[in-house]
């Protein structure tokens, strides 16, 4: 759901909130955190999709590494997970056989167990969890506690929404594309166990809003501004190139258009790199905002960790919007 028709229910949905109900919708979090009468806090969160790779398994396995991060990006510990699965009855069944397997072995891989879920003919195939797991409730992430003076961490490259537009439309192969591939797969668990050594004010994971709106989403909650380092935003080279042919998904454009007139731009700044900067992506990393003293020490722990890619972006300041810089 995009940010612009979530804002037009809000109101609707924040009417019948309850107590109990410790993250919800308000800020555009990534997931709700409950607190249960025996005082444990559960954390919960639903994520499906369209085909992202031509591979059902490996489209499985992404979509239940895309799924399990807002739980991480929580500070959470994901326990269970029920599979919806929206298949065509025209399709063979083996096909969705290898989507089902993919999303277990990959939720197998975080320790979760799929148990059971729900499935509807549809015209067009989706696939994607409902997330159930724990937070302690003294040391759950949001979007919205970023403070001046603090560095902005992200734990994955950018490149995947126009990767996987190009990979659809055959204009790469699935060779070239595997490195982008691998990134998709790859669990964001290890990222926030690491970062939950600090002092994390906020966090999200960049999802199909694109680093910028997600980016904004967090600096809107914290009331703050951010400044993000073009030069420092790790991203994945085949993105680039293929930026410069402009098939973006139709996300990347909807993200564009929403973030007018908050996000400032250098006046040399290429639309090609803004629009990387918005692109729609799948499984990506994780965007901490943690104090500036810190910042070396979680990135050389990531390192250690064998987090393939992490880097310090940017910083927040007093004020609000986004700066860019080159």
């Known amino acids: 759901m995009s940010p612009a028709v979530l804002d037009e229910i809000l109101g609707s949905v924040l009417a019948a909130r309850d107590p109990n109900l410790l993250v919800g919708v308000r800020t555009h979090d990534d997931a709700a955190v409950y607190r249960l009468p025996s005082g444990e806090t559960v954390v919960q969160t639903v994520d499906f999709f369209t085909p992202v790779v031509d591979d059902p398994y490996t489209w499985g396995a992404i979509a239940a590494s895309n799924s399990l991060s807002d739980v991480y ?34 939720a197998s891989e975080a320790g979760v167990i799929i148990a059971g879920g729900h499935t509807i003919d549809d015209a067009e195939p989706k696939y994607g969890l409902a997330v159930t797991g724990i937070v302690d409730p003294d040391a759950i992430w949001t979007n919205h506690g970023a403070q001046p003076g603090d560095a902005l961490v992200l734990t994955k490259p950018l ?16 060779c070239e594309a595997q490195p982008m591939i691998d990134i998709m797969l790859e669990l964001n668990r290890t990222a926030a166990e690491i970062l939950s050594q600090f002092d994390v004010h906020a966090c999200t994971d960049i999802t199909g809003n694109g680093l910028l709106g997600h980016s904004a989403e967090m600096a809107k909650a914290s009331k703050v ?27 990347t454009w909807a993200n564009r258009e929403y973030l ?13 790199d803004i629009l990387l900067l918005c692109d729609a992506q799948t499984s990506g990393g994780l965007l901490a905002s943690l104090p500036q003293n810190q910042a070396a020490e979680a990135t050389e722990q990531l390192k250690n960790a064998g987090v393939n890619s992490y880097s310090v972006i940017g910083r927040v300041l007093e ?5 860019i810089q080159s």
């Open 73 to 106: 990006a929580m500070n959470g510990r994901a326990l269970l997970a029920l599979n919806i699965a929206c298949f065509p009855k025209k399709l063979p069944t083996a096909l969705w056989r290898e989507v089902i397997r993919g999303g277990v072995d990959k």
């Open 260 to 272: 007018q007139g908050f996000v400032s731009y250098p006046e040399d700044f290429a639309e090609t």
């Open 225 to 251: 501004k951010f400044e993000i380092s073009m030069s420092q935003i790790p991203m994945v080279e085949l993105a680039v190139t293929l930026s410069r042919e402009g098939d973006f998904p139709g996300g």
């Open 159 to 174: 490149g995947s929404g126009v990767i996987t537009t190009a990979l659809r439309s055959g204009r790469i192969d699935a």
């Open 319 to 323: 004020g609000e919007g986004i700066q």
